[in-house]
């Protein structure tokens, strides 16, 4: 499980809750809740949201939230090893060798492209199919992530029209003076719920599916450039080195003392 993006909802509730009652105690906290404004602010943008995609798109793309939790992002210097292993095997024993290896492979994405080396498919039509994937992976992404940041929008602006439905009643009975407060602080509750929503949740949420999609991108990359590179005969070392170059200097390390444990 990624802690992190829960322990920032956490945190942002409980930053919330403790400014609200510091100020006002308990009877504060209470004051923050009003049914009528949630159903105009969430139903309202939930509504535009739906209103903004095909109800298949929307329905993907909300059940897309149980990912922001999942930790399963891949160990880029797990999957060059990988990758170097059958570039070995390739050197050493032929292409055709990489048939048997690649049932082992739990990558979908790497176990098609090593399929296509086996078949004897031209270097230029294997990028092509993988690369057509690759978009085709990332669209679907970009989709899901559209959903939240698309609610993310709504949010503040239903929030204000909540706000402006209740200064509309309220400026039109304004016969007792002692109301005014209560229903100015009423109507201005909508524009906070419209921003929780946009800040605490969805603006979060899709940022979080755009670094999940960044950190998948990169790694099909690689397993990219090292299935070309296994189809053009190069030395493993070059190989290597090729793909290490996606990494960060500090991934590198690791990856460099790794290995040095294992020969170890």
């Known amino acids: 499980m990624d802690i992190g993006s829960l322990l920032g909802m956490l945190l942002g509730a409980a930053m919330f809750v403790y400014g609200v009652w510091s100020s006002a105690g308990f009877a504060g906290l209470g004051r923050m809740f009003d049914f009528p ?139 007792d003076p002692a109301t005014i407060g209560p229903s100015m602080a009423i109507a201005l509750v909508t524009t906070m719920y419209g921003s929780l929503v946009a800040n605490w949740l969805c603006i979060p949420i899709a940022s979080k599916l755009e670094v999940n999609n960044e950190n998948e991108m990169m790694m099909k990359d690689i397993t990219l450039e090292g299935i070309l590179s296994i189809q053009a005969g190069e030395n493993p070392r070059v190989i290597e080195e090729k793909l290490k170059s996606f990494l960060t200097p500090a991934e590198r390390n690791n990856s460099t003392e790794d290995e040095g444990g294992g020969e170890a």
């Open 37 to 175: 404004s949630i159903v105009i602010t969430i139903g309202g943008s939930l509504a535009g949201t739906i209103a903004s995609n095909k109800i298949s798109v929307f329905l993907n793309g909300i059940k897309c939230i149980r990912l922001i939790f999942k930790n399963e992002v891949q160990d880029p210097s797990e999957t060059i090893r990988n990758i170097i292993n059958l570039s070995n095997t390739a050197r050493k024993e032929g292409l055709l060798a990489l048939e048997e290896a690649a049932n082992d492979i739990e990558d979908d994405f790497l176990k098609k492209g090593i399929m296509l080396v086996v078949d004897g498919t031209d270097p230029e039509l294997v990028r092509g199919i993988m690369e057509t994937e690759l978009n085709c992976i990332e669209a679907r992404h970009k989709t899901n992530i559209k959903v939240w940041s698309k609610w993310g929008e709504l949010g503040p602006a239903w929030g204000m029209i909540g706000t402006l439905i209740g200064l509309i009643l309220m400026l039109n009975d304004m016969n």
